[in-house]
């Protein structure tokens, strides 16, 4: 009888001590939420996060997210999309430098539905992780913009730059 009464108790102990509630261990984590839909929105925080890392393991400093390059990356990310296909970075970082940014860099891409499948694509394309590594960036903006209608789907502008004078 009082075997039972000991599982029971033993039970509810264990259960009380969950750290992860049910709910939050069934979430997608945002890097891997698809961008495929209208009111996707990337995780700049998560993004800033994930490529943070990557530069800390290369000796590199954090990033941090940047009013103002977030605001030009979404509007390259539309300008994109309405274009339905990618921009020319040259031309857009030419543009981001006249604005007043320092040392801009840019990885403007298309394709990738998650943010994961981004990270990835840029880590092995030299030309894109040059931008991931840059050492004079401090700043990061990133954004998606979704074209249905497209071959390409999801349109992606990752913006960094040095800080401000």
């Not at 009380?16 to 996707?40: E, G, L």
């Not at 103002?68 to 990356?73: M, N, S, T, Y």
């Not at 998606?144 to 502008?157: D, E, G, H």
């Amino acid at each position: 009888m009082k075997q039972p009464l000991l599982f029971s108790l033993a039970a509810i102990t264990l259960a009380a001590c969950q750290s992860t509630p049910p709910v939050a261990r069934n979430q997608t984590p945002s890097f891997y939420a698809s961008m495929a839909k209208a009111d996707a929105v990337v995780d700049a925080a998560m993004a800033r996060d994930m490529i943070s890392a990557y530069r800390r393991n290369k000796g590199l400093g954090p990033l941090t997210v940047d009013p103002d390059l977030q605001a030009a990356a979404e509007a390259e990310a539309r300008a994109m999309a309405a274009a339905d296909k990618p921009s020319s970075a040259d031309a857009f970082k030419a543009r981001l430098a006249a604005a007043g940014f320092r040392a801009p860099g840019a990885n403007l891409s298309a394709g990738y539905h998650t943010l994961a499948e981004a990270f990835s694509g840029w880590r092995e394309s030299p030309q894109h992780d040059r931008v991931l590594t840059d050492p004079q960036a401090s700043r990061i903006g990133i954004a998606t913009a979704y074209t249905p209608s497209s071959k390409y789907k999801v349109y992606w502008a990752l913006v960094v730059a040095a800080d401000k004078r």
